[in-house]
């Protein structure tokens, strides 16, 4: 964690169509947008609160190959 930031495995490792679909279960009121191929593998996922711009160096230094 780093501050109000998260990180976590996916296990499975899941493309990002898939953790697309769990977004939209959990949150259906709300639009998501997104950039990458949607048949990418993601194993480590960063999590961030508001914008998370700042988070975003950290997040990919900790190999996280998506950020939220």
């Known amino acids: 964690s780093a501050g109000v930031g998260r990180m976590g495995s996916c296990i499975p490792a899941a493309t ?23 048949d990418t593998t993601h194993h480590k996922v960063g999590i961030a609160c508001g914008s998370g ?8 230094a900790r190999e996280c190959s998506l950020f939220v």
């Open 16 to 38: 990002l169509e898939e953790m697309l679909s769990h977004f939209r279960e959990k949150f259906p009121q709300g639009t998501i947008r997104f950039c990458g191929a949607l």
């Open 53 to 60: 711009g700042e988070l975003m160096a950290l997040a990919a």
